[in-house]
């Protein structure tokens, strides 16, 4: 079974451009994660995802951050403008759901804002 | 809202020996789900272990168990015959299902090193 892809792995744009984050869970799960990962820190999740709905965004920076799962597969998670704290590594999660419910990860993208 | 402390920044040990990583956390459920992932340079999160709250059971996975105190609010992490391929980051989880919440928890995070 393929794993969760993410594409780019890396990227590096100027402050205030816009920037887009692609994920592909794996096939069958339902749920999918998007989380933010600072150096030396552990991940934060941003936002959450059952099929198409967006079920917990709260954590979300609504001014410049949006995701979008339209078909409730693949999602795109958008930075318009990026500022040079958003430099970090997002990572993308799924699951089946259910009593478990493990979460699979992505290799996540690394953002650097310059 | 809860929260996950990993005390050790960094955790260095020989070869084939046992090195305890310590994570504690803070919650006020009382039915909630406990993890250790593993973070190689290469980034992709690996789960290693997890521990249902309401199982007074020690969990197990090979040379991988855990030391759950859910009185004390502690998780942590034992390796058994450390290998050259254990060195990574280490996360401790929080995962709580329940009023529309289900992500993760985590923790900062340990650097487990391994002296060959």
């Known amino acids: 079974e393929a794993g969760v892809v993410q594409s780019p792995r890396y990227k590096i744009i100027e402050k205030k451009q816009p920037v887009a984050f692609w994920c592909n869970p794996i096939?069958?799960?339902?749920?999918l994660y998007w989380y933010l990962q600072n150096l030396g820190q552990g991940p934060e999740l941003l936002i959450r995802?059952?099929?198409?709905?967006?079920?917990?965004d709260s954590q979300l920076p609504k001014d410049r951050f949006s995701a979008e799962r339209l078909k409730g597969v693949d999602s795109t998670l958008k930075i318009q403008p990026a500022e040079l704290g958003d430099s970090a590594v997002y990572l993308c999660?799924?699951?089946?759901?259910?009593?478990?419910?493990?979460?699979?990860f992505g290799p996540g993208t690394r953002l650097t804002v310059l | 809202a809860q929260t996950v402390t990993q005390s050790q920044p960094e955790m260095s040990v020989q070869e084939a020996e046992t090195v305890t990583l310590s994570c504690t956390y803070d919650?006020?459920?009382?039915?909630?789900?406990l993890f250790w992932y593993k973070q190689p340079p290469s980034r992709q999160m690996i789960l290693v272990i997890r521990?249902?709250?309401?199982?007074?059971q020690n969990a197990t996975e090979n040379r991988f168990s855990v030391n759950f105190q859910k009185a004390a609010k502690s998780f942590s992490l034992k390796i058994s015959d450390s290998q050259l391929g254990d060195a990574a980051m280490y996360f401790c989880?929080?995962?709580?299902?329940?009023?529309?919440?289900?992500?993760?928890?985590f923790g900062k995070g340990t650097h487990l090193i391994i002296q060959p």
């Open positions: 989880a929080y995962r709580f299902e329940g009023g529309g919440a289900d992500g993760l928890t």
């Open positions: 995802y059952e099929n198409e709905e967006a079920v917990d």
């Open positions: 999660a799924s699951s089946r759901g259910g009593q478990y419910n493990e979460q699979f």
């Open positions: 919650t006020s459920e009382s039915d909630y789900y």
């Open positions: 096939s069958g799960h339902n749920t």
């Open positions: 521990q249902e709250a309401y199982k007074q």
